[in-house]
T-cell receptor, first 115, second 115 residues
Framework: NAGVTQTPKFRVLKTGQSMTLLCAQD?????MYWYRQDPGMGLRLIHY???????AKGEVPDGYNVSRLKKQNFLLGLESAAPSQTSVYFC??????????????FGPGTRLTVT | AQKVTQAQTEISVVEKEDVTLDCVYE???????LFWYKQPPSGELVFLIR??????QNEISGRYSWNFQKSTSSFNFTITASQVVDSAVYFC????????????FGKGTMLLVSP
């Protein structure tokens, strides 16, 4: 059981370049989330998905797009990277939501630098 | 809107001291969940505890204990006899019981335990 994995672990982009971050989970979880972590800001929700084929905006969605074509994968895309998107990105998943919610399981993070 | 406040940005203690990390939250929901996560220097996020809003029992797990007080909207975390391995950033988080279980994080408290 790998849990939640993220690819790549590190990346450096130039302003204007695009890239996709891949999150994969092998726990058959319905819910998946993308957060970004910036110094002194905690974690902030970018986008999330409540099931295959569905996505929704979180607190800071601008400049990002997501897709959930398969239940186990959740992709985060940056179409035109900006220095303000330099951050550590965490993916998470959880099995239950609402009244039965459990903890979210987090991936190891991707450190992205945009120059 | 939900909000989590961790007023202590950084705490430094000497090994074997007890330390309490404060967490104050705001929510309009009557049913919600509170969490604590630990982020050691290696960067991963480690789940520590989940607490339902309707269960105000305090919880103890080894050297860790949590004090949930609905009347003051607080969910404080105490480490007894701290150890160097407790050095980490600790996040408090809140989620409504309804909806899709998105987490609202506090900004985190960095705990430094010196020998």
């Amino acid at each position: 059981n790998a849990g939640v994995t993220q690819t790549p672990k590190f990346r450096v982009l130039k302003t204007g370049q695009s890239m996709t971050l891949l999150c994969a989970q092998d726990m058959n979880h319905e819910y998946m989330y993308w957060y970004r972590q910036d110094p002194g800001m905690g974690l902030r929700l970018i986008h999330y998905s409540v099931g295959e084929g569905t996505t929704a905006k979180g607190e800071v969605p601008d400049g990002y797009n997501v897709s959930r074509l398969k239940k186990q994968n959740f992709l985060l895309g940056l179409e035109s990277a900006a220095p303000s998107q330099t951050s550590v990105y965490f993916c998470a998943s959880s099995q239950w939501a609402g009244p039965n919610m459990r903890e979210q399981y987090f991936g190891p993070g991707t450190r992205l630098t945009v120059t | 809107a939900q909000k989590v406040t961790q007023a202590q940005t950084e705490i430094s203690v000497v090994e074997k001291e007890d330390v309490t990390l404060d967490c104050v939250y705001e929510t309009r929901d009557t049913t919600y969940y509170l969490f604590w996560y630990k982020q050691p220097p290696s960067g991963e996020l480690v789940f520590l505890i989940r607490r339902n809003s309707f269960d105000e029992q305090n919880e103890i797990s080894g050297r860790y204990s949590w004090n949930f007080q609905k009347s003051t909207s607080s969910f404080n975390f105490t480490i007894t006899a701290s150890q160097v391995v407790d050095s980490a950033v600790y996040f408090c988080a809140l989620s409504a019981a309804g909806g899709y279980s998105t987490l609202t994080f506090g900004k985190g408290t960095m705990l430094l335990v010196s020998p």
